[in-house]
Nanobody, 126 residues
Framework: QLQVEESGGGLVQPGGSLRLSCATARYPLRNYGIGWFRQAPGKEREGISFISPNGGTNAYYADSVKGRFTISREDARNTVYLQMDNLRPEDTAVYYC??????????????????WGQGTQVTVSS
């Protein structure tokens, strides 16, 4: 069964940084487009970043995180990262990564993704 695991969340002050990890021991993530999503209380899950598969360098960022978040891969560790800098209180959410199962556009559309993990909580507060 396809499933990934997120880690790296926590409590951070505004302006701080966190690095989230998305990993699995079951299959090579490099073969898949990987998306990062987040869901705040009472809101729908939204796609915030995407990285293309097979060594591709195409990356997508939602306007809300552009310039502050960076997605990357480390194939040797079979891991995709989301570096989050200059965090804001509105970034507070549960963050998920997922595998693109329907290879359409290089953007994180929830319906095109699967193998969801349990998520990792990010809280930005002073």
């Amino acid at each position: 069964q396809l499933q990934v695991e997120e880690s790296g969340g926590g409590l951070v002050q505004p302006g701080g940084s966190l690095r989230l990890s998305c990993a699995t021991a079951r299959y090579p993530l490099r073969n898949y487009g990987i998306g990062w999503f987040r869901q705040a209380p009472g809101k729908e899950r939204e796609g915030i970043s995407f990285i293309s598969p097979n060594g591709g360098t195409n990356a997508y960022y939602a306007d809300s995180v552009k310039g502050r978040f960076t997605i990357s891969r480390e194939d040797a560790r079979n891991t995709v990262y989301l570096q989050m800098d200059n965090l804001r209180p509105e970034d507070t959410a549960v963050y998920y990564c997922a595998i693109q199962l329907i290879q359409a556009a290089c953007i994180p559309i929830v319906a095109d993704f699967g193998a969801w993990g349990q998520g990792t909580q990010v809280t930005v507060s002073s």
